[in-house]
Every structure is written in structure tokens, then in C-alpha cells.
């Protein structure tokens, strides 16, 4: 339904900053929410920031005030801002989105996933 290519990733230094961008093509019946994922080695996937459809927006507890979720009016394009990055921000992050593909059936779409690497 929904295809998503993530870009911008690399390897940054502590205190340094990246935007990661998602690049999104199709559409969903009725999108949910697209967000941002990132799993670190040898952990779970986690949330890192949502914004949904009505245009709210939660982010982790440990990004809050570092990072920032932007989308363009279309919603084919969804950014992280990620500021005063430390070296538990290493990890593959994921773009999400999550929408209806008909009147009952949830479904997610993933991205491939950038690697982020922070370190000096």
C-alpha cells in the first residue's frame, strides 16, 4: 500500500546534529500516524516519534527536546531532526507509517531503515 525509502543517516560526532528523511509513495484507505523507529544492537525496536494524522505528536522520553518530527503537507515526505545527538542515539532507525488499507484491516509499512551512528 505504502512504500517508504528512508536517507540521511551516517556517522556524526557527540553533540552533533541529523535530519533523516522518508520518502513515501502509494496511500493507505485512511492513514493512522507515520512515525520514526530505531533498533539498537541487541535490543527492540522502539518508538522514537509519531505524529499522526490529526497532526499531534509524541516523541520517547529520551529524545524529547533533542529531536523534532516534521511532515510536508502531503504527507509523502516526514523528516527527524535530530539535535545534540549522544552515542545511545546509535542505532538503525526505521520510518513507519500506519494506516487502514480498507475499512477493517490496520496494517503497518516499514522502511528499509538508515543506520545512525554516533560517535567521536
Known amino acids: 500500500q505504502v512504500q517508504l525509502v528512508e536517507s540521511g543517516g551516517g556517522l556524526v560526532q557527540p553533540g552533533g546534529s541529523l535530519r533523516l528523511s522518508c520518502t513515501a509513495s502509494g496511500s493507505f484507505f485512511r492513514l493512522v500516524a507515520m512515525g520514526w523507529y530505531r533498533q539498537a544492537a541487541g535490543k527492540e525496536r522502539e518508538l522514537v516519534a509519531q505524529?499522526?494524522?490529526?497532526?499531534?505528536?509524541n516523541y520517547a522520553d529520551s529524545v524529547k527536546g533533542r529531536f523534532t518530527i516534521e511532515r510536508d503537507y502531503s504527507w509523502n515526505l516526514l523528516y527527524l531532526l535530530m539535535n545534540s545527538l549522544k552515542p545511545e542515539d546509535t542505532a538503525v532507525y526505521y520510518c513507519?507509517?500506519?494506516?487502514?488499507?480498507?475499512?477493517?484491516?490496520?496494517?503497518?509499512?516499514w522502511g528499509q531503515g538508515t543506520q545512525v551512528t554516533v560517535s567521536s
Open positions: 513507519n507509517a500506519r494506516g487502514y488499507s480498507d475499512y477493517k484491516t490496520l496494517m503497518d509499512s
Open positions: 505524529i499522526t494524522a490529526g497532526g499531534s505528536t
